[in-house]
């Protein structure tokens, strides 16, 4: 008898609803192979694109703006589908921040002091990837000097992101070595897109300011304090975001930490095998949690 080629899982009732959040100056489309991944094991998922970027590249970035995005992504599945959020760099960081907000029982698309919103999706579990160095402080203030001395004209991408590794690293070490490679740029979208449709659209410097306007004064440790549901934290070994990830991890109260060997900032791009085996490990933690 001629075997028959497999069918993909189709979605059961405990299937999560799982959503990926890009990072910066790219698009929903670096998700492609993730996305088939968590499907074709029997999940529901969907990758949006936040403000500025992909089909919404005529908004203007805001957090507000993008946690309405991831919002609504969440609402997009069945009711009573636990959703889990994965968040790349500045999608890691807006994908902790929302978590946190969620935490808090308000919607997170909506006003603080609003009422909490009973029907908002149940947040099963985060991962995070690319996005354990602190945006609170100096380091975002030296991402955003650059990225408006880009916008102006007065330097060259690739001289401004190598001066601002080195600006990083002594705002964060002291002057030390730092945790991983010289990938820094990634975070301002200055490395090449990997996704197949990653190049169709290149959101400009105009929305790192933005971006680095709305990261400044939140804090991702305080994030993670705040999450109530598991968090995994994944990084490349070659990624200088690396940084503070045991500062990170003791801030989690059920955290988990990945370190891909000889990945980059892209780390989904840079080992999608390895990358799609932690999605299977942090989704079968989450159904259990």
């Known amino acids: 008898m001629d075997s028959q080629p497999a069918l993909p899982a189709r979605p059961s009732s405990s299937a999560h609803g799982v959503v990926f959040v890009h990072g910066m100056r790219t698009s929903s489309a670096i998700w492609e192979r ?3 991944h968590v499907r074709d094991a029997g999940h529901h998922a969907v990758a949006v694109d936040l403000p500025a970027h992909g089909a919404r590249r005529t908004e203007r970035f805001s957090m507000p703006g993008a946690f309405d995005v991831i919002d609504d992504a969440a609402r997009s599945f069945d009711p009573g589908t636990p959703v889990v959020v994965v968040g790349l760099s500045l999608g890691g ?5 929302w978590a946190a907000q969620h935490a808090a029982g308000a919607s997170p698309g909506t006003a603080p002091h609003r009422a909490p919103d009973a029907d908002r999706p149940r947040l099963a579990g985060v991962v995070a990837a690319a996005c354990t160095a602190d945006p609170k402080g100096k380091p975002v203030a030296l991402f955003r000097d650059v990225a408006r001395a880009t916008v102006a004209g007065r330097d060259a ?3 401004g992101t190598r001066d601002l590794a080195r600006s990083w690293q002594t705002a964060l070490t002291g002057g030390g070595g730092p945790a991983g490679g010289a990938d820094l740029g990634a975070l301002l979208g200055a490395t090449a897109d990997h996704g197949p449709r990653g190049g169709a ?3 400009g410097w105009d929305v790192v300011t933005d971006a680095l306007t709305h990261l400044a004064g939140r804090s991702s440790v305080a994030h993670l304090r705040a999450i109530r549901v598991p968090v995994w934290l994944v990084n490349g070994a070659r990624d200088q975001m690396r940084l503070e990830e045991a500062r990170h991890l003791r801030a989690t109260e059920r955290g988990s930490l990945v370190v891909v060997p000889r990945a980059g900032h892209d780390v989904n ?5 390895a990358f799609n085996h ?12």
Not at 93 to 97: F, G, I, P, V
Not at 278 to 289: C, E, I, K, M, N
């Open 157 to 159: 991408v690739r001289r």
């Open 269 to 273: 791009s840079d080992a999608p095998e």
């Open 201 to 203: 659209h290149r959101p």
């Open 278 to 289: 932690v999605l299977t490990r942090a989704l079968a933690d989450f159904a259990r949690a």
């Open 34 to 36: 993730q996305l088939d």
């Open 93 to 97: 960081y807006t994908s902790l921040a």
